[in-house]
């Protein structure tokens, strides 16, 4: 008897156009797995969105900032008492002696503008950065046919002026602050209105230097930025010839024996040592060792060679293996020689790969802290950017990420603000470079 003939075996028998208990389980769990993906995938999103709101909202306020204009009188009397316009004289005019000319600026502006305030002449021109003076000074000096005019000129505002104009800063937050007071608000406010004070674009905190602790406000990135830019020449010209040239060798030139899989082993572990450990052994080997200069963009520049060239290596010889054999074969059948058949051919199809490894890696040394810590790049406060390569590479300087560091454990709110703008100029950086990255991958990549 066949099932066909066998009416309980025919009973049982189904349609494949009816989905059975087992085929929407089955479909039941694929549902459940795209979802939990999709789930991901939103969380990841919003994370990235949190983070992105949090760094821009936090950072924003340090490309404005706050600025006085005042007419000032450059008394002749305070300035060149002698008479004789000679430089020498006139630099012998400390900051102390400007100072009394910020407050008479003071006092004419009030009287011009029929402001009325209970306020000393000094706690009007405290809602002045303490580097008023000094700028004020140097503008003098750069040209003395001004002394004896009334000359307009654009202060910083200290950072609590700066602050509470910015919300930072409140009237309740500084009940016991004694760098500024609620009168000394007051008369912010009539300046505000007056147009005397306003909020502008803060160039200086992208082309700036670093400043103390007692001028948080005229504090800048740039000369860190050039830091950084020196250490990533270093990291380029050392990191990716060196690592090309070790990876063609184990990938196409060395045997495969004992001593190359020591290497190989050694090169992968070394991609795992953390980043701190480098800067130790640039500290004993390129400081201690070797004595050049501490701090200087040359020596963090070997030390993120050392922690660059594992990652080079290791996606240079990725690139290498994912050309064909039957390329080599076929330079090699033509009469090429080895080296020209890597050279010629294999090189060139490997080049997005070997680009794209390179600049992740500048991207992993431009956001490393810790190293340059042991090498003492943190802190320094330089006041002039570099005018030359050598004085680039081996004058003192700090990083970018030292230079945010170094900000975020400052007590002052207004570092704090500043090291969140410095995140967002890092991460302008690094999304520019792997952008870069992926334009010299597809523009280079060549189909086999």
């Known amino acids: 008897m066949t099932d066909a003939t066998n009416p309980e075996a025919a009973a049982v028998k189904t349609s494949i156009h009816k989905i059975d208990a087992r085929t929407k389980k089955r479909n039941a769990a694929e549902a459940r797995f795209k979802a939990y993906g999709i789930a991901a995938i939103v969380a990841g999103l919003l994370m990235l969105l949190v983070l992105v709101t949090t760094i821009v909202g936090n950072g924003r306020g340090a490309f404005q900032q706050t600025f006085v204009t005042l007419k000032v009188e450059l008394l002749e009397s305070k300035l060149d ?13 400390s900051t102390f002696g400007y100072s009394p000319l910020l407050k008479n600026a003071f006092v004419s502006v009030n009287e011009e503008l029929g402001i009325e305030t209970g306020l000393k002449s000094k706690a009007m021109a405290g809602i002045l950065s303490k580097s008023a003076a000094a700028e004020m000074r140097d503008l003098v000096l750069s040209d003395i046919s001004q002394i004896g005019q009334t000359v307009e000129f654009r202060f910083l505002a200290n950072s609590r002026v700066d602050g509470y104009l910015k919300g930072r800063v409140t009237r309740d937050s500084i009940a016991r602050d004694k760098n500024i007071s609620v009168e000394q608000l007051d008369y912010v406010d009539q300046l505000v209105a007056a147009g005397v004070i306003v909020k502008k674009f803060n160039l200086d905190f992208i082309l700036g230097a670093d400043a103390s602790d007692q001028r948080p406000e005229a504090a800048g990135i740039g000369v860190s930025m050039m830091g950084s830019f020196f250490m990533m020449l270093v990291v380029l010209a050392l990191a990716l010839p ?35 450990v480098f800067g130790i052994l640039g500290l004993a080997v390129f400081i201690n060792y070797m004595h050049l200069p501490q701090s200087a963009p040359l020596v963090g520049g070997l030390v993120l060679t050392l922690m660059t060239l594992p990652t080079i290596i290791i996606s240079t010889r990725a690139s290498l293996k994912a050309v064909p054999p039957s390329i080599r074969d076929a330079a090699l059948g033509l009469g090429a020689s080895k080296m020209q058949s890597v050279f010629h051919h294999v090189l060139p199809l490997a080049a997005p790969g070997i680009l794209t490894g390179t600049i992740i890696g500048l991207a992993q040394a431009l956001g ?49 603000e500043r090291a969140w703008g410095g995140i967002i100029i890092l991460l302008i950086f690094l999304v520019t470079m792997n952008t870069v990255a992926v334009l010299l991958r597809r523009r280079f990549e060549r189909r086999w």
Not at 81 to 93: C, H, L, T, W
Not at 256 to 275: M, R
């Open 81 to 93: 008492k002698k008479g004789n316009r000679e430089i020498a004289d006139i630099k012998k005019v």
């Open 242 to 276: 060196i690592g090309v040239a070790a990876s063609i060798s184990l990938e196409e030139v060395a045997p495969k024996n004992w001593i190359t899989d020591i290497i190989e082993v050694n090169i992968s572990n070394l991609a795992a040592v953390p980043s701190i």
């Open 368 to 416: 490393e802290t810790a190293p340059l810590l042991l090498i003492g790049m943190i802190g320094f406060i330089a006041s002039n950017a570099p005018t030359t390569v050598a004085e680039g590479l081996l004058s003192p300087n700090s990083a970018m990420p030292a230079q945010i560091y170094e900000w975020a454990k400052r007590a002052d709110p207004a570092f704090y």
